[in-house]
């Protein structure tokens, strides 16, 4: 499994961002895809996940009407657009992969992509 996020950044509170995930090493297009987030000095969160080819997401209250998630399997890419962006959304963003996990603390995930909403 390899996951390999790209497209953070700093920006302005109110600003916006799109994170992608590229996948191999494993059948992207039949695994629920995952976005979680790790804040300086605290655990990881779970953020918003999407059923195979898109027919189902869920998101966390505190990005849900803000950020959406989506995926493309035929490229085997996940993405990550994040609107209205808020200093607390700073964080590290991963994307994860439900594939053997109990849950998305321990699924497989890549190695991260720096966000920082900052004026």
């Known amino acids: 499994v390899q996951l390999v996020e790209h497209g953070g950044g700093l920006v302005q509170p109110g600003g916006s961002l799109r994170l992608s995930c590229v996948a191999s090493g494993f059948a992207f297009n039949t695994y629920v895809m995952g976005w979680v987030r790790q804040a300086p000095g605290k655990g990881l969160e779970w953020i918003s996940h999407i059923a195979p080819g898109g027919i189902a997401t869920s998101a966390a209250d505190a990005v849900k009407g803000r950020f959406t998630i989506s995926r493309d399997d035929a490229k085997n890419t996940l993405y990550l657009q994040m609107n209205s962006l808020k200093p607390e959304d700073t964080a590290m963003y991963y994307c994860?992969?439900?594939?053997?996990?109990?849950?998305?603390?321990?699924?497989?995930r890549g190695r991260g992509t720096q966000v920082t909403v900052s004026s």
């Open positions: 994860a992969a439900d594939i053997d996990c109990s849950n998305w603390a321990t699924c497989p």
